[in-house]
Nanobody, 123 residues
Framework: VQLQASGGGLVQAGDSLRLSCAAS????????MGWFRQPPGQEREFVGG????????SYADSVKGRFTISRDNAKNTVYLQMNSLKPEDTAVYYC?????????????????WGQGTQVTVSS
């Protein structure tokens, strides 16, 4: 599976942005998907995850209620809708694929990673 993240950019605090992660390969629908981010000078952190069916999601406390993950298996794409953006959301955002049921939170469990897309939120 190859992943291509897109949709990042420079926005102001309070704005919204939607990231997309397009996957190649016929097995996309068999993977749970996660979004991670890496703020400047910090370690990569979990943002949220979604099961292969889209039936269950999980979010980091810092984004809960503001971010929403969804997926369209027919389009081999997973999305991260980000609302009410804050300057502390500034980071490079990565999508990643993990075998279904392996857990979302540990980046070491993820098998495939996209290249990252920069999100910058100005105050």
């Amino acid at each position: 599976v190859q992943l291509q993240a897109s949709g990042g950019g420079l926005v102001q605090a309070g704005d919204s942005l939607r990231l997309s992660c397009a996957a190649s390969g016929r097995t996309f629908s068999s993977y749970d998907m996660g979004w991670f981010r890496q703020p400047p000078g910090q370690e990569r952190e979990f943002v949220g995850g979604i099961t292969w069916s889209g039936g269950s999601t999980s979010y980091a406390d810092s984004v809960k209620g503001r971010f929403t993950i969804s997926r369209d298996n027919a389009k081999n794409t997973v999305y991260l809708q980000m609302n009410s953006l804050k300057p502390e959301d500034t980071a490079v955002y990565y999508c990643a694929a993990v075998s279904a049921g392996s857990g979302w939170y540990d980046p070491m469990r993820y098998r495939y990673w996209g290249q990252g897309t920069q999100v910058t939120v100005s105050s």
